[in-house]
């Protein structure tokens, strides 16, 4: 996914990743690894809704259990309700709260931000992945740009043309970017077998390295 420009803050093991309504498909990913890492069971919880404890009432329907009823599992249940729903909002910014503000548990949460950033593209998907194609093949270096600019602007494409479900194969990618290296580069790269995809990005790491 593609990341935003000139991104600086460094990643933090306690703040949730921040969505101020751009880059949508950037902020998913890293939320997805935020929430996962900081307890797997937070983010079945995102993924399939929250735990209920329940009982059956006298009348033989399944009903919420009242709070002095509640097991030690079910108040693990409860909090880890609580805590998804709280990480996903202490990761926007006012203008998607008040998207989501009405919703009340971490799975409307993560349903309405996809309805709202990814599902109503669909009208424009066709000319958003005829523009980025076409950026894609295009992609030269700039006049005055530096080698991390540039490659900057090629992994943002990338991003980009991933998030509208246009994947391209690491290699494919790899080769692209080797293809429009100016000339002065060409000394630093020597990519003699282009199909281990694996060694051209430990190479195109090195020649990053040495910038």
């Known amino acids: 996914m593609a990341a935003p420009p000139m991104y600086q803050e460094g990643a933090s093991l306690t703040r949730p990743p921040f969505f101020n309504g751009k880059y949508y498909g950037w902020w998913k990913n890293r939320m997805m ?29 399944v009903v919420p259990k009242g709070r002095l009823e509640l097991t030690p599992e079910d108040k693990i249940a409860l909090q880890n309700n609580a805590k998804a729903k709280n990480i996903l909002i202490c990761g926007l910014g006012p203008d998607e709260y008040n998207r989501i503000s009405s919703c ?58 991933d998030s509208l479900g246009e994947s391209l194969p690491s290699g494919k990618a790899v080769r692209k970017f080797f293809s ?14 282009l199909d281990f995809e694996e060694e051209n990005m430990k ?9």
């Open 104 to 161: 009340s548990n971490a799975k409307e949460i993560w349903d309405t931000l996809q309805s709202a950033h990814e599902r109503h593209m669909s009208p424009m998907k066709k000319c958003n992945v005829d523009y980025w194609k076409r950026k894609y093949e295009l992609f030269r270096m700039k006049d005055g740009e530096t080698i991390q600019e540039m490659h900057s602007r090629f992994t943002s494409i990338i991003g980009e043309m």
């Open 33 to 61: 690894e935020f929430i996962i890492a900081e307890n797997y069971d937070l983010w079945d919880v995102v993924m399939d809704g929250p735990t209920i404890p329940t009982k059956l009432g006298a009348d033989g329907t």
């Open 180 to 193: 429009v290296l100016p000339n002065s580069w060409e000394s630093k790269v020597e990519a003699r077998d």
């Open 203 to 211: 190479l195109m790491a090195r020649i990053f390295r040495k910038c």
